[in-house]
Antibody
Framework: EVQLVESGGGLVQPGGSLRLSCVASGFSLSDYWMSWVRQAPGKGLEWVANIKQDGSDKYYLDSVRGRFTISRDNAKNSLYLQANSLRAEDTAVYYC????????????WGQGTLVIVSS | DIQMTQSPSSLSASIGDRVTITCRASRTINRYLHWYQQRPGKAPNLLIYGASNLQSGVPSRFSGSGSGTDFTLTISDLQPEDFATYYCLQSYTNSRTFGQGTKVEIK
């Protein structure tokens, strides 16, 4: 079964840092682009960042560029999001997802990990 | 960046109704448009990919159409399990964008 499982969320103070992880199973992470997508409480979906198979290309949402870093370890079948200088507006459920198919949709998705930025 | 304008933001409908949700891209995205359903507390679930292709396992009452800048998701014969929020996603550019979402509620 193709599956993604996120971890690493939690409560952090403004200005703090967290490292989110996503472990893939049922497929080889090295074959796919991957993305992080977030959803603030009661709000819509927002793409955050993506990374090429070998890590050589990365793209970011403007509001997180310079604060967040996406990375991967294909040997561990794992994707990461290092989130620094966190703000209240970064509070959200963070999902990892795979880029798939000719038209490159997102599928599957993990169950998400909740990040709360609050003092 | 490509902006995705989704409408309506919410709608009320009855069981058995036909429902239409639209997404408009700020510039052409060919057929790089996908539709997701999200139930409360759950991850999004893929319904339609490439504008009009039904994902395996998704009921045939769901359909998608469009290309270029204008796209439509149609749910015919609305069922109780279809009350959820629906999002479009463009994958034409490396910076992906979602529509704002459409919440389908019971009338």
């Amino acid at each position: 079964e193709v599956q993604l499982v996120e971890s690493g969320g939690g409560l952090v103070q403004p200005g703090g840092s967290l490292r989110l992880s996503c472990v893939a199973s049922g497929f080889s992470l090295s074959d796919y682009w991957m993305s992080w997508v977030r959803q603030a409480p009661g709000k819509g979906l927002e793409w955050v960042a993506n990374i090429k198979q070998d890590g050589s290309d990365k793209y970011y949402l403007d509001s997180v560029r310079g604060r967040f870093t996406i990375s991967r370890d294909n040997a561990k079948n794992s994707l990461y999001l290092q989130a620094n200088s966190l703000r209240a507006e970064d509070t959200a459920v963070y999902y990892c997802t795979r880029h798939y198919g000719d038209y490159v949709w997102f599928d599957p998705w993990g169950q998400g990990t909740l990040v709360i930025v609050s003092s | 960046d490509i902006q995705m304008t989704q409408s309506p933001s919410s709608l009320s409908a009855s069981i058995g109704d036909r429902v239409t949700i639209t997404c408009r891209a700020s510039r052409t995205i060919n057929r790089y448009l996908h539709w997701y359903q999200q139930r409360p507390g759950k991850a999004p679930n893929l319904l339609i990919y490439g504008a009009s292709n039904l994902q395996s396992g998704v009921p045939s009452r769901f359909s998608g159409s469009g290309s270029g800048t204008d796209f439509t998701l149609t749910i015919s014969d609305l069922q109780p399990e279809d009350f959820a929020t629906y999002y479009c996603l463009q994958s034409y550019t490396n910076s992906r964008t979602f529509g704002q979402g459409t919440k389908v509620e019971i009338k």
